[in-house]
């Protein structure tokens, strides 16, 4: 079984429009979450971290079941720019560099 | 530009070659990570070095792959008799002396191709 399992889409949206991903994990230690985006042929960026009680940067909103081992990402009002894959990325704890990436899930926003 | 640098940033080679590629990493940042993407998946990790030290090695790391830091600077990643298998973008990552070593900035990356 894979550490981090996501649907790999694609997702096509309008310009405006609201779009969820969502992904599992695997290992009950994993301690820390995030959501990386990555432009095609274009190394992984950090887009935010995931916190137990939900984060929200502008129009991106992370949300985190520790018991359900489950994360997802929001995107309100969606851009043309928002256009990119969607990786999400658990690691075991913070002294442990190893990151383990989910497939990514690729969104196309359409005007 | 002070991010992290790769170099090559793409390398055509044929089945059988060994390749060498360099990474640098942001300056003083001292944790080195190396990763390898092939399409339509995320980064798999492949190894982490701690300055000149390599705490961790996946099993994706066969003998024909090695990774060196030996001034705890630049990091080089060898293959030796490149398999087709081998094709996929390897990418580096670094991550800073003080604070949470998940927080891992990346480079380019370098994109292989074993005809």
């Known amino acids: 079984r894979k550490e981090v399992e996501q649907d790999p889409g694609p997702f096509n949206v309008p310009e405006g429009a609201t779009v969820a991903f969502n992904c599992t994990y695997s290992?009950?230690?994993?301690?820390?979450f995030f959501w990386y985006r990555q432009d095609c042929r274009k190394e992984p960026k950090l887009l935010m971290s995931?916190?137990?009680s939900g984060n929200e940067d502008g129009r991106f909103t992370a949300q985190l079941n520790r018991a359900s081992q489950y994360i997802s990402l929001l995107i309100r009002d969606s851009k043309l720019s928002d256009s990119a894959t969607y990786l999400c990325?658990?690691?075991?704890?913070?002294?442990?560099?190893?990151?383990?990436f989910g497939r990514g899930t690729q969104l196309t926003v359409w005007p | 530009d002070t991010g992290v640098s790769q170099n090559p940033r793409h390398k055509i080679t044929k089945r059988g070659q060994n390749v060498t590629f360099r990474c640098d990493p942001i300056?003083?940042?001292?944790?080195l990570y190396w990763y390898r993407q092939t399409l339509g998946q995320g980064p798999e990790f492949l190894t982490y070095?701690?300055?000149?030290?390599?705490?961790?090695k996946s099993r994706l790391l066969s003998d024909r792959f090695s990774a060196e830091r030996p001034k705890g600077s630049f990091s080089t990643l060898e293959i030796q008799r490149t398999e087709q298998g081998d094709s996929a973008m390897y990418l580096c990552?670094?991550?800073?002396?003080?604070?949470?070593?998940?927080?891992?900035?990346f480079g380019p990356g370098t994109r292989l191709t074993v005809l």
């Open positions: 990325v658990v690691n075991r704890g913070s002294t442990l560099g190893r990151l383990y």
């Open positions: 995931v916190y137990s």
């Open positions: 290992n009950s230690a994993s301690q820390s």
């Open positions: 070095f701690q300055n000149e030290a390599q705490l961790e």
């Open positions: 990552a670094s991550s800073p002396r003080t604070g949470r070593a998940d927080t891992q900035y």
């Open positions: 300056s003083e940042h001292n944790r």
